[in-house]
Antibody
Framework: QVQLQESGPGLVKPSQTLSLTCTVSGGSISSGGYYWSWIRQPAGKGLEWIGRMYTSGSSNYNPSLNSRVTISLDTSRNQFSLKLTSVTAADTAVYYC?????????????WGQGTLVTVSS | DIQMTQSPSSLSASVGDRVTITCRASQSINSYLNWYQQKPRKAPKLLIYAASSLQSGVPSRFSGSGSGTDFTLTISSLQPEDFATYYCQQTYSTPRTFGQGTKVEIK
């Protein structure tokens, strides 16, 4: 059973960089057919897709965040990470990591529990 | 970006009711449409993928249909554990986009 777990600071100051890590267990992030993704959800609002990375290093980002976002993989630790620069209060949200399975259509089939990140001084 | 529009935004229903939620894409997405259920303070859970395929372990009272731009999620007989918010998502292209959500509440 694949499991994902987010970790990182729960409080980030405005203009600083938000950094989160997702640790994957029960499966290898090096396995083909899967994209490793980040999604966020401001309190009381809907889901916003941030971006994803494949094991090859190929990535896609939401244009609304494109210039501020970087997703990377650490295959030695079976982790992937999110960096979001120049944060503002609008970046306050619960951040989820998830696996997009492209071996059987395309679906976000495993999700982390989510971690709340607050941007405040 | 492909815009996903769900209706209604919320609905009230009773246990045992048949519930239908619709999702419309701003352009054709073939059958690249997924449905998720989210309960408060929990991560979304995949219910339906490829418009009509039931994810493993999901009760058969959930079903999906549609292709192109118009899609439907149906709960055939609403159960107490089904009160939640439901989201559609297109995976036809990036950026992946979600509908705004439909909150199913107890009448």
């Amino acid at each position: 059973q694949v499991q994902l777990q987010e970790s990182g600071p729960g409080l980030v100051k405005p203009s600083q960089t938000l950094s989160l890590t997702c640790t994957v267990s029960g499966g290898s992030i090096s396995s083909g057919g899967y994209y490793w993704s980040w999604i966020r959800q401001p309190a009381g609002k809907g889901l916003e897709w941030i971006g994803r990375m494949y094991t090859s290093g190929s990535s896609n980002y939401n244009p609304s965040l494109n210039s501020r976002v970087t997703i990377s993989l650490d295959t030695s630790r079976n982790q992937f990470s999110l960096k979001l620069t120049s944060v503002t209060a609008a970046d306050t949200a619960v951040y989820y990591c998830a696996r997009e399975d492209t071996t059987s259509y395309r679906k976000l089939d495993y999700w982390g529990q989510g971690t709340l990140v607050t941007v405040s001084s | 970006d492909i815009q996903m529009t769900q209706s209604p935004s919320s609905l009230s229903a009773s246990v045992g009711d048949r519930v239908t939620i619709t999702c419309r894409a701003s352009q054709s997405i073939n059958s690249y449409l997924n449905w998720y259920q989210q309960k408060p303070r929990k991560a979304p859970k995949l219910l339906i993928y490829a418009a009509s395929s039931l994810q493993s372990g999901v009760p058969s009272r959930f079903s999906g249909s549609g292709s192109g731009t118009d899609f439907t999620l149906t709960i055939s007989s609403l159960q107490p554990e089904d009160f939640a918010t439901y989201y559609c998502q297109q995976t036809y292209s990036t950026p992946r986009t979600f509908g705004q959500g439909t909150k199913v509440e107890i009448k």
